[in-house]
């Protein structure tokens, strides 16, 4: 039976999600231009579009792409009466590598691809791009999401995140970030950037700041699945295996976190019975990892640790919240971050008391670095309320509403501000 257009079309996107990541790093590795590689990568696409429906697609689908973006680049690079002898000798190049058979030319891929991957993540998450820019290229590049579905993931206008991306290229054209990995003595701050973008992908699919939805769980899956490659690029960094492991675990707890109307449902409320345990085992495994790396954990490896308290609790109530409570210290300590301390009053209120927390809470709200962060009065209104504070936890709690941008998390803000009133009333 002939497959139908619309199942090869499924098929080439499929294809494309698995190989353009590769695709891109073996032209890039090529061409020196990650937005002409992209472009070269594009055009291929547009290929497989029309033709595969007629020829069907192929046995190996990423070798064909890979030979055919190379065949463009051959064309555009002769087009170009501007090309210069290196642009002349990176033609003659690929005329070589063109003319490889087909299985030679899969090996020669395969060869390299691991060093190419690690050369595009570098160079996407390069820290002369913002935060934005950076997170939107490597979803672009590396997780092969379409313009618009980074667009639709971030709540955002296609053009804003079309404008990011042209900007990036643009920007690293300009500012000629070489498309390498980095040097041993830059290698450290070069990976934090990398692992700061995965860990916001992350982020906003496990938490989304905007919208109506409380978790947007395939941007979960796309930072786990990148967490993994990478760990897999770098297996001798131990940070990038806390980061796999504090992924793992938190993304295990995401069928317990919403509820069956949609609203969100806290960790200490959770059904643990339905947090997954195959990722569990993962994060467990990624923390052993870390371990035998390094003797002196760094942040992420410290966050995974934390995830992996909860998860070693069968009940809430055997949480061991003292350990928790030492190792935000430890956080802290390491990274001077107000989103630290926040968290560490939490885990100071669990194991000694409301008032305990309460105190830290209040040293922030004076300090002010929170002032617009709605999690502050969240926290401290949940502080107020268990200490029976009733007015003024309402008061925080729709404070919180107030600031927060998703609609799920509002609700729950709001019941929580009226249970407070009735409360108070009663």
Same mark, same amino acid.
């Given at each position: 039976?002939?497959?139908?257009?619309?199942?090869?079309?499924?098929?080439?996107?499929?294809?494309? @999600? %698995?190989?353009? &990541?590769?695709?891109?790093?073996?032209? =890039?590795?090529?061409?020196?231009? +990650?937005?002409? $590689?992209? *472009? #070269?990568?594009?055009?291929?696409?547009?290929?497989?579009?029309?033709?595969?429906?007629?020829?069907?697609?192929?046995?190996?689908?990423?070798?064909?792409?890979?030979?055919?973006?190379?065949?463009?680049?051959?064309?555009?690079?002769?087009?170009?009466?501007?090309?210069?002898?290196?642009?002349?000798?990176?033609?003659?190049?690929?005329?070589?590598?063109?003319?490889?058979?087909?299985?030679?030319?899969?090996?020669?891929?395969?060869?390299?691809?691991?060093?190419?991957?690690?050369?595009?993540?570098?160079?996407?998450?390069?820290?002369?791009?913002?935060?934005?820019?950076?997170?939107?290229?490597?979803?672009?590049?590396?997780?092969?999401?379409?313009?618009?579905?980074?667009?639709?993931?971030?709540?955002?206008?296609?053009?804003?995140?079309?404008? @990011? %991306?042209?900007? &990036?290229?643009?920007?690293?054209?300009? =500012?000629?970030?070489?498309?390498? +990995?980095?040097? $041993?003595? *830059? #290698?450290?701050?070069?990976?934090?950037?990398?692992?700061?973008?995965?860990?916001?992908?992350?982020?906003?699919?496990?938490?989304?700041?905007?919208?109506?939805?409380?978790?947007?769980?395939?941007?979960?899956?796309?930072?786990?699945?990148?967490?993994?490659?990478?760990?897999?690029?770098?297996?001798?960094?131990?940070?990038?295996?806390?980061?796999?492991?504090?992924?793992?675990?938190?993304?295990?707890?995401?069928?317990?976190?919403?509820?069956?109307?949609?609203?969100?449902?806290?960790?200490?409320?959770?059904?643990?019975?339905?947090?997954?345990?195959?990722?569990?085992?993962?994060?467990?495994?990624?923390?052993?990892?870390?371990?035998?790396?390094?003797?002196?954990?760094?942040?992420?490896?410290?966050?995974?640790?934390?995830?992996?308290?909860?998860?070693?609790?069968?009940?809430?109530?055997?949480?061991?919240?003292?350990?928790?409570?030492?190792?935000?210290?430890?956080?802290?300590? #390491?990274?001077?971050?107000?989103?630290?301390?926040?968290?560490?009053?939490?885990?100071?209120?669990?194991?000694?008391?409301?008032?305990?927390?309460?105190?830290?809470?209040?040293?922030?709200?004076?300090?002010?670095?929170?002032?617009?962060?709605?999690?502050?009065?969240?926290?401290?209104?949940?502080?107020?309320?268990?200490?029976?504070?009733?007015?003024?936890?309402?008061?925080?709690?729709?404070?919180?509403?107030?600031?927060?941008?998703?609609?799920?998390?509002?609700?729950?803000?709001?019941?929580?501000?009226?249970?407070?009133?009735?409360?108070?009333?009663?």
């Amino acid at each position: 039976m002939t497959a139908s257009t619309s199942d090869i079309q499924r098929t080439i996107a499929a294809v494309w @999600r %698995i190989e353009s &990541a590769r695709l891109i790093a073996g032209l =890039a590795r090529i061409v020196r231009d +990650v937005g002409l $590689a992209e *472009e #070269l990568a594009q055009d291929a696409l547009v290929l497989a579009l029309e033709r595969w429906p007629e020829s069907g697609v192929p046995d190996n689908p990423g070798a064909w792409l890979m030979a055919t973006a190379k065949n463009r680049g051959i064309d555009v690079l002769r087009r170009n009466k501007r090309v210069s002898q290196k642009h002349e000798q990176l033609g003659q190049q690929i005329d070589a590598e063109r003319a490889l058979s087909a299985p030679d030319l899969e090996a020669a891929l395969d060869d390299d691809v691991g060093d190419d991957l690690l050369r595009l993540v570098f160079t996407s998450c390069h820290p002369v791009l913002s935060a934005e820019a950076r997170v939107a290229l490597t979803l672009r590049l590396l997780g092969g999401l379409t313009t618009d579905e980074i667009a639709r993931a971030f709540l955002v206008p296609e053009s804003t995140i079309a404008q @990011r %991306i042209v900007r &990036a290229k643009r920007t690293l054209a300009d =500012a000629a970030v070489p498309f390498e +990995v980095p040097r $041993a003595g *830059e #290698l450290s701050a070069r990976l934090a950037s990398v692992l700061e973008v995965v860990y916001l992908i992350f982020n906003e699919g496990y938490s989304a700041t905007a919208g109506d939805d409380w978790m947007r769980p395939a941007l979960c899956e796309d930072a786990l699945r990148l967490g993994r490659i990478l760990a897999e690029l770098v297996p001798r960094e131990p940070e990038v295996h806390g980061l796999v492991a504090l992924m793992e675990i938190q993304a295990s707890r995401a069928r317990a976190r919403v509820g069956s109307d949609g609203q969100p449902v806290l960790l200490l409320e959770q059904n643990r019975a339905r947090w997954d345990q195959l990722l569990i085992s993962r994060g467990f495994a990624a923390l052993a990892r870390a371990s035998k790396l390094s003797a002196t954990p760094g942040q992420y490896v410290l966050q995974g640790e934390l995830a992996a308290c909860h998860a070693r609790a069968r009940r809430p109530e055997d949480t061991d919240w003292v350990r928790i409570a030492k190792l935000y210290a430890e956080l802290a300590a #390491l990274v001077s971050s107000p989103v630290v301390e926040l968290n560490r009053a939490v885990a100071l209120a669990m194991a000694f008391g409301p008032a305990a927390g309460l105190a830290l809470v209040d040293q922030l709200v004076a300090d002010g670095a929170l002032a617009s962060y709605h999690l502050l009065p969240s926290v401290r209104g949940d502080l107020l309320e268990k200490l029976g504070r009733h007015a003024e936890a309402r008061v925080e709690f729709e404070r919180a509403a107030a600031l927060t941008r998703n609609a799920r998390e509002q609700t729950l803000l709001l019941q929580r501000a009226e249970r407070c009133l009735r409360a108070h009333d009663q």
